[in-house]
């Protein structure tokens, strides 16, 4: 079992950057892909950015392409999200989820374990 915990959220301003963390209670990350994602409300839920087990291999869907980043230190550390010159429509609930894969799963049906989310909110 994986339980994972986001945090760094919060409310920014239209341009600005926030770094989000994804934490594995209990366990690392050794040989699991982990993937970000993000739902907004009416909408579905969808992928922003994820990285393989050997964090050598990284995905972004295009609305993150150049303004995010994804990165992992080792599998002991947390898994960061860091997002850049925000956007309003990149409001939404942001997710991390884990699968002990070895490439990045681009849908939400390549993961098992989930995180509760944390909230981004940008301001125009």
């Known amino acids: 079992q994986v339980q994972l915990v986001e945090s760094g959220g919060g409310l920014v301003q239209a341009g600005g950057s926030l770094r989000l963390s994804c934490a594995a209670s209990g366990r690392t990350f050794s040989n699991y892909a982990v993937g970000w994602f993000r739902q907004a409300p009416g ?7 994820g990285i393989g087990w050997s964090a ?19 599998a002991e550390n947390p898994v960061y999200l860091q997002m850049n010159s925000l956007k309003p429509e990149d409001t939404a609930v942001y997710y991390c ?7 990045v799963g681009v849908t939400p049906l390549d993961y098992t374990y989930w995180g509760q989310g944390t909230q981004v909110t940008v301001s125009s």
């Open 97 to 103: 989820a884990a699968e002990r894969r070895l490439r």
């Open 43 to 49: 909408k579905e839920r969808e992928f922003v950015a």
């Open 56 to 74: 050598d291999s990284t995905d972004y869907a295009d609305s993150a392409k150049g303004r995010f980043t994804i990165s992992r230190d080792n």
